[in-house]
């Protein structure tokens, strides 16, 4: 009775190669929006590659990678295992950027006289190394929280003009998510991650950390006025981090929280948990507290 059970075994071992067949088509969304952290599922051990860059792809075959705020699309995705190429091709969706007018912060932040300019460029320098982290640990799967709760008082991408003296003065798009909360709110790790950078002065950024979540994902806190972490801290998710301030270029008490994918700056609000649709119910209307400028960098 051996033979037939043998045969059976092998029958059944054939149906779980065909199902693990089955289930090794590249998996993408098929459009993204500007500014999307975009993951992906392939076949674990196979190749990837976006953008001029190899893919670390994690054991069970997920693969993240960012699409600019300018990326036009679409983009394409290379999947390699053994001779077998695919190439998958994903639009990206065109969004709107209105222009923000931020009135309220120390002019030498938005005009730096010459001597501070090499200062910026430093710090600058030093916060991208940080950023080149290309990581096994997987935490940019978990679904992100709020790093803290309130209004959103400036959007990922926007154009920013700061007003000084009266005249604008134009400036680089918004880097990332302002969320207007009192000085010395707590500050939590959205997601698990390691934690690769942390200054308290930073001239335009003010007190600075970057959480870095695994395979070139990372967060960045910006204008905390307390740090409670130190470079190569390892924390959980929800785990205080620091305290809102308005350090840098601020004029008034929030978080900017920064995603990047290396050194490609991403949309927080796109997020899982934190995209609005789901956000809206856990997010009570301040409507009517809309103070114009609690901004900065
Ligand atoms: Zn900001």
Known sequence: MRRPRRAAALLAALAAAAAACAQAAPAFPPSVPQGALVIGHVEPGSQVRYAGRELRVAPDGSVAFGVGRDEKGPVAVEVRRGSARERVAIDVTPRDWPVERVAGVPPATVEPPPEVAERIRREQARVSAARQRDDAREEFLQTFIWPVRGRISGRFGNQRVYVVDGADVPKAPHSGMDIAAPKGTPVKAPAGGIVTFADADLYLTGGTVLIDHGHGVSSNFLHLSRIDVKVGDR??????????????????????????WFDVRLDPLLLDGIAP???????????GAAKAGANGS
Not at 235 to 260: C, D, F, K, Y
Not at 277 to 287: E, Y
């Open 235 to 260: 924390v959980r998710q929800g785990e205080v981090i620091g305290a809102v301030g308005m350090t840098g270029r601020a004029s008034g008490p929030h978080l900017h929280w920064g995603l990047n």
């Open 277 to 287: 649709a789901r956000a809206a119910a856990a997010q009570p209307g301040r409507s």
